[in-house]
């Protein structure tokens, strides 16, 4: 049994234990998910679960998304001229880098080598100085991708 599907398995037992009804449908969209590090929007969580359940209703996929970000299962990326994409990944939150032509979102990982653990100085001082309790923070980073500026130059 891999990482993803230990902690799906995890999250059924709580949903369960909130008295939440585990239906295929929702099955299928905590899979598409959590099993996803293309930090989907709502549109393609629904078009890769019509595939198996051509009938669900977008509200469903919208109440599930919901109830994933309540849980703290999933984050969610906002972009002021589309709608949200989510990340599933279960990782702390990390910053991102963004494509302003294709709307790619990546992970920065492993940040260590370039200032990982700059960010966590960086936000004690914020905590010092706004004595904010910070427990989350939002880095996103825009750009161009390698595949647009190649595209773009043709
Ligand atoms: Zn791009
Ligand atoms: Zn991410």
Redesign the pocket.
């Known amino acids: 049994m891999d990482n993803s599907e230990q902690r799906i398995n995890k999250l059924i037992f709580r949903l369960r234990g909130n008295g939440l009804r585990i239906t295929p449908q929702r099955l299928s969209i905590i899979k598409i998910i959590l099993g996803n590090k293309n930090h989907l929007s709502v549109d393609e969580i629904f078009e890769k679960v019509k595939r198996n359940f051509p009938m669900i209703g977008l509200a469903t996929v919208y109440k599930t998304i919901s109830l994933l970000k309540e849980m703290g299962e999933i984050s969610e990326i906002n972009f002021h001229n589309q709608g949200a994409r989510y990340d599933g990944s279960g990782e702390p939150p990390h910053p991102h880098v963004i494509?302003?032509?294709?709307?790619?979102v990546e992970d920065l990982d492993n940040l260590t080598d370039i200032g990982g653990t700059y960010i966590d100085k960086f936000t004690k001082k914020i905590n010092d100085r706004t004595r904010y309790q910070i427990n989350t923070y939002r880095m996103d980073f825009f750009g161009?991708?390698?595949?647009?500026?190649i595209?773009n130059n043709q």
């Open positions: 494509c302003s032509m294709c709307n790619t161009i991708c390698p595949k647009c500026q595209e």
